[in-house]
Antibody, heavy 127, light 115 residues
């Protein structure tokens, strides 16, 4: 059974760099053909796609966050990570990791939908 | 890129059918059949219920169906049950600008369903 589990600091100060990790079990990060995403949900607001890293290591980021975001993968530890620099209160959110299956059934790849989600980790930015 | 537009709330009685709309533009829903829908219960992670406009993942009830017309996608839930009470989010691939300014997914603001 494939499972995703986020971990992170919980509370951060403004201007710090947020680091989150998503542990993946039940499937290989690097050989399964999947795309590994970060998505966040700010309080009282909808979902926002942050970016992905592919099974080959390529990345794509939301332009609104691109200057502050980095996603990397550690295949030996079966996890991928998110770094978000210069955080402010506006970055307070529940952060989810999610899998795009990468079946590439339409003309695009990745599939651009998310079939598996972690439970989410809450991050609060406050001075 | 603006988020997709959903009604803030809809309601229905057990056994009835409801439809949630999701309005985008010809940079997202209008030209791509890459629309998905997610169900989110309070305090839980979103769950995929529809992908590629109208396909259902294994294990999702056939009471859930999706469609698209022009720039608007729709989620219909038939035979409403108490367990369907949740927030629902639409999502679409979007690409805009020449050269490309945005390429990724946009989500709707969410619709709270009360049964």
């Amino acid at each position: 059974q494939v499972q995703l589990q986020e971990s992170g600091p919980g509370l951060m100060r403004p201007s710090q760099t947020l680091s989150l990790t998503c542990s993946v079990s039940g499937v290989s990060i690097s050989s399964g053909g999947h795309y590994w995403n970060w998505i966040r949900q700010r309080p009282g607001k909808g979902l926002e796609w942050i970016g992905y890293i592919s099974y080959k290591g390529s990345t794509s980021y939301n332009p609104s966050l691109k200057s502050r975001v980095s996603i990397s993968v550690d295949t030996s530890n079966k996890e991928f990570s998110l770094k978000l620099s210069s955080v402010t209160a506006a970055d307070t959110a529940v952060y989810y990791c999610a899998r795009d299956p990468g079946y590439c059934t339409t003309s695009s790849c990745p599939d651009w939908y998310f079939d598996l989600w972690g439970r989410g980790t809450r991050v609060t930015v406050s001075s | 890129q603006s988020a997709l537009t959903q009604p803030a709330s809809v309601s229905g009685s057990p056994g009835q059918s409801i439809t949630i709309s999701c309005t985008g533009t010809n940079s997202n829903i209008g030209i791509y059949n890459i629309v998905s829908w997610y169900q989110q219960h309070p305090g839980k992670a979103p769950k995929l219920i529809i992908y590629e406009v109208s396909k259902r993942p294994s294990g999702v009830s056939d009471r859930f169906s999706g469609s698209k017309s022009g720039n608007t996608a729709s989620l219909t839930i038939s035979g409403l049950q108490a367990e369907d009470e949740a927030d629902y989010y639409c999502c679409s691939y979007a690409r805009s600008g020449t050269p490309v300014v945005f390429a990724g997914v946009l989500f709707g603001g969410g619709t709270e369903l009360t049964v």
